[in-house]
């Protein structure tokens, strides 16, 4: 089966403690890939991996045929990673569309001669070019009311959205996405979930996500894999995994429990009515 990305045999240690121990997994090219686990089960750890913020203490990782374990993170951006992050990293005192337009860095052709030759060069028309990319982005996840306002300034749920907006900047053929739905309200999640079904559908790109919003796991995967202690025990679609009894114990300490969705979880028993 051909796999746009693998992971084989992937460990990754600090010291003495085993942040992932021997995962191994594949992303087939245009799935909407989703990894899930307990609060410390390795997940950002192995996107970390995959983006070149760590190397691995043991094992490889293969995107699109190329062994890439050993290569920085700018060189993985240039062949078609993109990702954002559990905590924002925006730059908060730029506008929006500045943010956007960083994420364009390594798609310019210009150098710093023919920049400071802006208007008898090809500067000027390649940054008109960006510019013009940059704009469909925001039109795509509706920016355009805040696309000059000082990303500092923003609610969480947009800092969020210029976030995946930055990392589309890039083009990427994969993009990982930390936790896209963190601290949003329910009509915030609702929205990121439909741009992430968009990006994936009408852009093509394959998307790796870490999720903890389960009914957004279930509802948009292709596929879902499980990781607990930094050890992978389920993968497959996705009610299958959630009614593995090794997911359950993982979760919710017990095999005879379900997984339920946070929203759909009965009303807790008035105190009173407790004995």
Known sequence: ???????????????????????????????????????????TSMVNCISGRY?????????????????????RSSLGIGRTFQNLALFHHMSVLDNIMVGRHHLLKNNFLTGSLYWFTGARREELEHRHKVEEIVDFLDLQTVRKATAGTLSYGLRKRVELARAMALEPKLILLDEPMAGMNFEEREDMARYIVDLNEEFGMTVVMIEHDMGVVMDISHRVMVLDFGRKIAEGDPAAVLADPHVKRAYLGEEDEVLVDPDEQPAPM?????A
Request: charged share 25%; glycine share 14%.
């Open 1 to 43: 089966m051909d796999y746009i990305l693998e992971a084989r045999g992937v460990s990754l240690r600090f010291g003495g403690v085993r942040a992932l121990t021997d995962v191994n997994f594949g992303v087939k090219d245009g799935e909407l890939f989703s990894i899930i686990g307990p609060n410390g089960a390795g997940k």
């Open 55 to 75: 190397r691995p203490s043991e094992g490889s990782l293969v995107y699109r045929g190329r062994e890439i374990t050993l290569l920085n993170p700018n060189a």
């Open 270 to 274: 008035p105190a009173e009515s407790v």
